[in-house]
């Protein structure tokens, strides 16, 4: 059994930074594709970004060069450094074990002046 546990979101401004942290505890986190989904209000969950276990990363256009994701293995930890946020990146931000397909609790994300 695969637990994924979101934390770091919040309320920050237009133009501002966030970073959320994602812990895993079971499997073999070291191997396994992790992914960032988010959901904005009334529309679907919708995929981020991703990492594969060596680092190699992948990103949806729209937070190209704005969003990093990240991996430390030791700490059994993935993170999603954002930057240059806009009002669109509102939303609940889930991680999830794409190997396994476990999912996240989610952590809000709003973006507000």
């Known amino acids: 059994q695969v637990s994924l546990v979101e934390s770091g979101g919040g309320l920050v401004q237009p133009g501002g930074s966030l970073t959320l942290s994602c812990v895993a505890s079971?499997?073999?986190?070291?191997?396994?594709?992790m992914r960032w989904y988010r959901q904005a209000p009334g529309k679907q969950r919708e995929l981020v970004g991703s990492?594969?276990?060596?680092?190699?990363?992948d990103y949806v256009d729209s937070v190209k060069g704005r969003f990093t994701i990240s991996r430390d293995n030791a700490k059994r930890t993935v993170y999603l450094q954002m930057n240059n946020l806009n009002l669109e990146d509102t939303g609940v931000y889930y991680c999830?074990?794409?190997?396994?397909?476990?999912w996240g609790q989610g952590t809000q994300v709003t973006v507000s002046s």
């Open positions: 079971g499997g073999i986190f070291s191997i396994t594709i």
């Open positions: 999830q074990d794409a190997v396994r397909g476990f």
């Open positions: 990492i594969t276990g060596d680092g190699v990363t």
